[in-house]
């Protein structure tokens, strides 16, 4: 993954091949860097997996159930990973909302109890797709914290090339926290909804296409309504991943996916889902193409599409990427 250097001074990436330089990111890590790594006493790694089981009910509201992943973990992981469990460890679990963010002094002591301190990195994986990873990347950006990697292909990859695993459950001991939280790396529905009607602001929809144009006939579900937000465009998270191995796909690919769309010609960018995961992929995968004006919808369709008041909209399923 590369980082794109040519930004102005709102942070807007202008992408201009005569000048554009790459670098390679520090927050996306290969599993041969891990593999000679995993001795260093300041890397704390973490398995993020959870697994949304589908409902095969219209009627839910939320198209799946939430399954904690820590028997995948206790089955197999990385030597001396510990776990975290996204929804009981770092979600507000008063919200009505599956992993609703909680305020920034909560989230940097529930991460600093997880063993996380301010001069240890943290490297995240998941064991099927890695948006469980980029959520608590973007969460632990939130709170300030940039010392966080996201494992390239996580666990699938790392079982590709027959490397070592464990059982053995490991728990860091408790660290100590002081950032400077960012306040704007999370968007609540009064600044989506704000952004309909303001040009400046590009809207993307991380769901899949027939999520996105309403027409996926309960195959996926919707969450009240189908179809998206008013404006908002499509780029599947999926999109963005080799099927195979789970890693992200080259920054070029990547880059010319996004090139597709308005994101160049934004002052701001806010992304969204189902419930502000796979939408975290997405803000992490621009934040790395250099893009520092973006916010993740946290609480996403979850709470966006119940509320009637809130406008949505449905689409022939050929025009995905119209904004309307």
Not at 128 to 147: E, N, S, V, Y
Not at 158 to 180: C, D, S
Not at 278 to 292: D, E, H, I, K, Q
Request: net charge negative.
């Amino acid at each position: 993954m590369v980082t794109f250097e040519c930004l102005d001074q709102h942070g807007k990436c202008h992408e201009c091949p005569a000048t554009r330089r790459i670098r390679l990111s520090r927050s996306i890590d290969q599993t041969d860097w891990l593999a000679d790594n995993l001795s260093d006493p300041t890397i704390r790694v973490y398995d993020c997996t959870t697994h949304l089981i589908h409902i095969a009910d219209p009627k839910a509201g939320v198209p799946y159930r939430v399954e904690s992943g820590r028997a995948d973990y206790e089955l197999a992981h990385i030597p001396g990973a510990a776990f975290i469990d996204l929804q009981n460890d770092l979600s507000d679990n008063t919200s009505p909302l599956r992993f609703t963010c909680p305020d920034t002094d909560t989230l940097m002591a529930a991460f600093a109890a997880l063993g996380l301190t301010d001069d240890c990195t943290a490297i995240l994986y998941s064991q099927t797709t890695p948006q469980w990873a980029t959520r608590i990347w973007w969460m632990l950006r939130h709170i300030g914290f940039d010392r966080a990697r996201v494992l390239d292909g996580g666990l699938s990859k790392w079982k590709l090339e027959g490397r070592a695993l464990e059982t053995q459950p490991n728990v860091y001991p408790p660290g100590v926290i002081n950032k400077v939280p960012r306040p704007d790396l999370m968007a609540d529905k009064e600044e989506v909804l704000q952004a309909i009607d303001n040009p400046g602001t590009c809207t993307i929809n991380a769901l899949r296409k027939v999520q996105h144009t309403g027409q996926d006939n309960n195959e996926f579900g919707n969450y009240g309504r189908p179809g998206h937000i008013t404006g908002s465009i499509n780029v599947p998270t999926g999109e963005l991943i080799d099927d195979t191995t789970t890693a992200f796909l080259p920054a070029e690919a990547i880059s010319g996916i996004f090139a597709r769309t308005d994101v160049s010609e934004a002052d701001r960018i806010l992304t969204y889902c189902g419930g502000g995961i796979a939408a975290s992929t997405t803000a992490m995968l621009l934040t790395m193409l250099g893009y520092r004006n973006v916010g993740l919808y946290d609480a996403s369709l979850s709470e966006w599409a119940p509320d009637t008041t809130l406008p949505m909209k449905t689409l022939p399923v050929d025009h995905a990427g119209d904004a309307s």
